[in-house]
């Protein structure tokens, strides 16, 4: 099984801002999918189906992103699944411009609090992640307030118009893998 993973937090208060941009295309590959509506249980919220012949797991933990990786741990005991071969976590990332993407089959979690509460839970760094680009926090501003904070209006289009691309190199790394995958998706 496939687990694609999108780190937000939980609350309408949270909706709109740059910290929920991988819940907002882990919903967006939902729809365009076809995947039933997402169902809660337990410390997430759940939607499964098969794509490029695999199943496939959509996650969002409501979690607060800082605690995320609680609401994997379960994943790491389920039979046959390695988390470097089957996670996919999906994040916000300031340290990319709006409208630039990257996906790694690994790596630190370069301060994101998400990855931090991941890896902590998982004990590993070795699992696939695709960044979103959401702007670099401005001189003077905190960082958590900038990351809870709604993007202007034409940079939300900029990241919702990369979605249909990033379901496709999403499906990528199904079928083909982190390596393939990235190839298509870092821009």
């Given at each position: 099984?496939?687990?694609?993973?999108?780190?937000?937090?939980?609350?309408p208060?949270?909706?709109?801002?740059?910290?929920?941009?991988?819940?907002?295309?882990?919903?967006a590959?939902?729809?365009a999918?076809g995947?039933?509506?997402?169902?809660?249980?337990g410390?997430?919220?759940?939607?499964?189906?098969?794509?490029?012949?695999?199943?496939v797991?959509?996650?969002?933990?409501?979690?607060?992103?800082?605690?995320?990786?609680?609401?994997?741990?379960?994943?790491?005991?389920?039979?046959?699944?390695?988390?470097?071969?089957?996670?996919?976590?999906?994040?916000?990332?300031v340290?990319?411009?709006?409208?630039?993407?990257?996906?790694?089959?690994?790596?630190?979690?370069?301060?994101?609090?998400g990855?931090k509460?991941?890896?902590?839970?998982?004990?590993?760094?070795?699992?696939?992640?695709?960044?979103?680009?959401?702007?670099?926090?401005?001189?003077?501003?905190?960082l958590?307030?900038w990351?809870?904070?709604?993007?202007?209006?034409?940079?939300?289009?900029?990241v919702?118009?990369?979605?249909?691309?990033?379901?496709?190199?999403?499906?990528?790394?199904?079928?083909?893998?982190?390596?393939?995958?990235?190839?298509?998706?870092n821009?």
């Amino acid at each position: 099984m496939k687990v694609i993973v999108g780190l937000g937090n939980p609350g309408p208060e949270y909706e709109d801002t740059r910290h929920n941009a991988g819940w907002w295309l882990v919903e967006a590959v939902r729809e365009a999918w076809g995947f039933p509506a997402f169902r809660d249980h337990g410390p997430a919220r759940f939607s499964d189906g098969e794509r490029a012949g695999q199943p496939v797991l959509l996650v969002e933990p409501l979690t607060f992103m800082n605690r995320s990786g609680s609401a994997l741990a379960p994943l790491a005991s389920l039979e046959g699944f390695d988390v470097a071969r089957d996670l996919l976590v999906v994040v916000d990332d300031v340290n990319l411009d709006v409208g630039r993407t990257r996906l790694r089959a690994e790596g630190s979690a370069g301060g994101h609090n998400g990855l931090k509460s991941v890896e902590a839970a998982l004990g590993t760094q070795d699992y696939a992640r695709l960044r979103i680009g959401v702007g670099a926090r401005p001189p003077g501003r905190e960082l958590a307030d900038w990351v809870l904070s709604p993007m202007p209006p034409e940079e939300e289009t900029a990241v919702l118009a990369l979605f249909p691309e990033l379901a496709a190199c999403i499906e990528s790394w199904i079928a083909e893998g982190v390596g393939v995958a990235a190839q298509r998706c870092n821009r």
